[in-house]
């Protein structure tokens, strides 16, 4: 079995499934372990260029892993590129509206308001730096197989084009929109912990995408690390039954101080 069967395989249930707006496509579920709060949290981010045929379930398998580390996990869907609304900027919108809900989740379900951390998979990944570029009290952040530069996405065609149909055109149409959305462009502060973590065997976003990422944003003073596994591929990172997980497992949980 290969890691990206983990597409197919149905995933653990959640505890409940939320809605952070009114769309049908605004929603995210949580996990929480059994022992006693407050919990840390990780919000997740799915991946799927962001595209509409893709949607959070895949997600499940390393929401369930993570929560049984001790973890509360909020795997959170948003409107992709084939629903109305879906693209930039309306994913964008969704991923911050499911990260400001988890304020009104807190009490409710025992959270650790001082332990969140957002990571994303693959245009998640995109999604996930971008919110910390525009959410300074998001403090810790995981990219793992991230679409982290979208000119270079463009220029490559990853996706069949995927970053023109989310962007709404090319870079000489709609340049703000590239430069809006692009991780590469946008600035992260320095009291945010970065990490990138991405496969050397990736075939479909390739890992020199982070290891750029992570070296032009270190000369800018932003504080970001990589690691790269050297026999990973793209769907290995999200795997918990992949031997790349445990290196992705433990990096979360060191950034959040368990």
Known sequence: MSSEDILELPAPPADARLAYGSDANQF?????????????????LHGGFWQAKYD???????????????????????RRVGNPGGGWPGS????????????????RYNLDPAKVLVMGHS?????????????????RVLSLAGVVDLEQAFKLHLGD???????????????????EA????GAIPGTTTQWLIHGAADTVV??????????????????????EIATAGHFDLIDPHARAWEKVESTVLHMLGQ
């Not at 995210?28 to 022992?35: Q, Y």
């Not at 245009?123 to 403090?139: I, V």
């Not at 084009?161 to 430069?179: D, I, K, Q, R, W």
């Not at 003073?221 to 990589?226: L, P």
């Open 206 to 227: 390739p890992s020199y995408f982070s290891r750029t990422y992570a070296e032009l944003k270190k000369q800018r003073g932003e504080n970001v690390h990589y690691l």
């Open 28 to 44: 995210g579920d949580i996990r929480l372990p059994k022992e006693k709060g407050p919990f840390p949290i990780v919000m997740n």
């Open 92 to 107: 964008f919108e969704d991923i911050r509206n499911a990260y400001r809900f988890l304020a009104q989740l807190e009490k």
């Open 56 to 78: 959070l379930v895949h997600a499940g398998h390393l929401s369930a892993a993570l929560t049984q580390k001790g973890l509360a996990t909020w795997n959170v869907e948003y």
């Open 182 to 185: 692009n991780p590469m462009a």
């Open 123 to 139: 245009a998640g990944g995109q999604l996930a730096l971008c919110l910390a570029a525009h959410e300074p009290a998001l403090t």
């Open 161 to 179: 084009n995927a970053v023109v149909a989310f962007l709404g055109g090319t870079p000489s149409e709609v340049p703000e929109h590239y430069h």
